[in-house]
């Protein structure tokens, strides 16, 4: 039996707390477990504390199928943030400090791991720390070069991004997804226009990225690269809450293409995701029996990138 492909989601692993519940989140994490139910070998990168929360993540990571032997253990308390969610359900966060993900060290299981990833997707809020943001820039650093499709999932959180995180983590990128809030933050740190079409072409040349994707919440999202524009209208969908809907879209977008999908099917699947997870609580949640049907017998299609 051919061995599935391996996807990575590196940076924080936290929960949600929201309405005074606990619910296993963070982007990496999310982008795995989404992942996980496409077929996809798939291996949170991140640390826990070594106390109940810590335990909690493993167990339910395990559970739901995902590789956690790359999971570190740390004396720092695992990572939490407090969501609030508006009349729309659009959420606010308010991050824990100094927890377990900002500790996150590069070492040799990691770099095994980065070498044999068919696509590595990571983030900005983890990258806040100087041990943590080393060990996820070198993961990348090592999955790119070893021909992953690597994915910045740039997911801006409060003050926890600088224009050198930003810079480094677009030179890193084969794919940038971003929200259309955050376009005109990253455009402005790297110094360039806000328009999505010419912020893709100057990312293209400046550092080689393939593909800028830029989700617009109830106004769809767009998918620009070098055979064009995909752009599709919001859904409607009676919304529980937006938490973990982004990353749901990026990990169905990026195995889509990773298994030979057009571009516009992939896009098409990635919509449908993220409005399937807008309908549910919490961010770790079933996708469509459609989109998984679609992606779960493709094996992978795509050579490893060049260099």
Same mark, same amino acid.
């Given at each position: ?115 044999? =990833?068919? $696509? ?6 983890? @990258?806040?720390? /100087?041990? #943590?943001?080393? &060990? ?118 990026? =195995?889509? $293409? ?6 516009? @099917?992939?896009? /098409?699947? #990635?919509?449908? &995701? ?34």
């Amino acid at each position: 039996m051919e061995e599935a492909s391996v996807c990575a989601g590196v940076g924080e692993i936290l929960f949600d707390v929201i309405g005074g519940v606990a619910r296993l989140g963070g982007a990496p994490g999310n982008f795995a477990y989404m992942c996980s139910q496409l077929g996809f070998r798939s291996c949170p990168v991140a640390a826990v504390g070594r106390d109940a929360l810590g335990d909690r993540a493993i167990s339910e990571l395990k559970s739901a199928g995902l590789d956690t032997s790359c999971i570190e253990r740390s004396d720092r308390p695992t990572g939490t943030v407090e969501v609030k969610v508006d009349a729309q359900g659009i959420p606010t966060y308010d991050f824990s400090s100094d927890c377990a993900y900002d500790h996150l060290e590069w070492n040799g299981a990691l770099g095994a791991l980065a070498r044999k =990833c068919s $696509i590595a997707c990571f983030g900005s809020l983890c @990258q806040r720390s /100087r041990t #943590a943001g080393g &060990a996820v820039r070198r993961f990348a650093k090592a999955a790119k070069e070893a021909g992953a499709i690597t994915v910045f999932d740039v997911n801006l959180r409060q003050r926890f991004y600088s224009k050198e995180v930003i810079e480094s983590s677009l030179a890193l990128a084969r794919i940038v997804k971003c929200n259309d809030e955050e376009l005109p933050v990253i455009a402005d740190l790297a110094g360039t226009g806000k328009d999505p079409e010419g912020f893709f072409k100057w990312i293209e040349d400046r550092y080689g990225c393939r593909m800028l994707v830029l989700t617009r919440g109830s106004h769809g999202s767009a998918v620009y690269s070098k055979d064009g524009v995909s752009d599709l209208p919001g859904q409607e969908v009676k919304v529980a809450d937006t938490v973990g809907a982004g990353d749901a879209f990026t990990a169905v977008l990026c =195995c889509a $293409i990773s298994k030979g999908l057009p571009i516009e @099917q992939a896009h /098409r699947l #990635a919509a449908k &995701a993220a409005a399937a997870v807008c309908s549910q609580s919490g961010a770790m949640v079933p996708l469509p029996d459609e989109v998984r049907s679609e992606l779960v017998s493709r094996t992978a299609a795509l050579p490893r990138q060049s260099r």
